[in-house]
């Protein structure tokens, strides 16, 4: 249960909040609007690959931290050559000088540099919540939308939920036309491998429940950005619930340090191929 120095009432997405606006709108405007109750022992784990991020890894913290909803952050330092390290460390001292039971906070840390895809299956061994989503440690995607994408999970429709950049609906920054091409091509690809029907099969954000991801983690083996259509072939091999909805993103570039590359694309096309064939 959420500790009692939390005033339920008070708390977005609680039994109370849900009842009262349940009680103004109705429940069907509730659920048009994607208003909604998250049970008070649910625990989402934030999985939070970083590498060389020491400029956006402290507002991306609060920025975690503000959503209302319990959760830990699992955040997996993977050898940075900046000073992301310190960061995270003095983050730690404040943790522990101040706990928060909203949000609690776990750091592991990498000895060599082993890429975005270690990064994540060493976070999907470290977490403990009833859904775990990826969270890259840069700015691109928006925490605060994690209520929308838990939405198919809480009411029990979806085993995994895709946050697309390319269904609409949400703002965009406008920036390389073939890197999107790219992004469409190989989603497209892995469309066809999988029979799934994916706008954004690389995208970072990815939900899963708990059991859906249980099966899954400790098969995983790629390092870098291959994670994306290997956790893509998985989840279509295992037959589970996707549902795909859309979210903003706000794209730096190569100069603010995007790490992807067109190297990591054949990549993906190998990834493809191969899981597709085999598990």
């Known amino acids: 249960m959420i500790s009692p120095e939390f005033d339920d009432k008070a708390l977005p997405y609680s039994q109370r909040w849900y009842q009262a606006l349940e009680e103004t709108l109705g429940q069907a405007a509730c659920r048009q609007l994607g208003l909604y109750a998250i049970p008070d022992d649910f625990l989402l784990s934030v999985v939070i690959p970083i590498y060389n991020e020491e400029r956006t890894l402290r507002v991306l913290i609060d920025r975690v931290r503000a959503v209302p909803i319990r959760k ?60 775990i989503v990826i969270q890259d440690a840069d700015l691109e995607y928006n925490p605060a939308e994690y209520p929308r994408l838990l939405h198919p999970i809480i009411d029990g429709s979806a085993d995994v ?3 697309s950049r390319f269904l609409g609906g949400q703002e965009h920054r406008v920036l390389y036309f073939w890197h999107s091409v790219g992004n469409k091509v190989l989603t497209m690809l892995s469309n066809g491998f999988t029979n799934l029907n994916l706008t954004d099969m690389e995208t970072c954000y990815k939900v899963f429940t708990r059991n859906a991801l249980a099966d899954i983690w400790p098969t995983l083996k790629q390092d870098r950005f291959g994670i994306e259509p290997e956790l893509t072939a998985k989840i279509a091999r295992r037959r589970l619930r996707v549902f795909e909805m859309s979210v903003s993103y706000h794209g730096r570039t190569y100069q603010e340090g995007k790490h992807i590359g067109m190297k990591d694309g054949f990549q993906a096309i190998l990834c493809i191929l191969r899981y597709w064939w085999k598990d």
């Open 72 to 131: 830990e952050l699992v955040l997996v330092e993977d050898c940075s050559k900046d000073n992301t390290r310190e960061i995270l460390r003095e983050l730690e001292r404040e943790a522990a000088a101040n706990p928060d039971p909203m949000n609690a906070i776990s750091v592991t840390y990498h000895e060599v540099n082993r890429g975005k895809g270690a990064a994540v299956r060493t976070g999907f061994s470290k977490a403990k919540g009833d859904a």
């Open 161 to 163: 939920v895709y946050g």
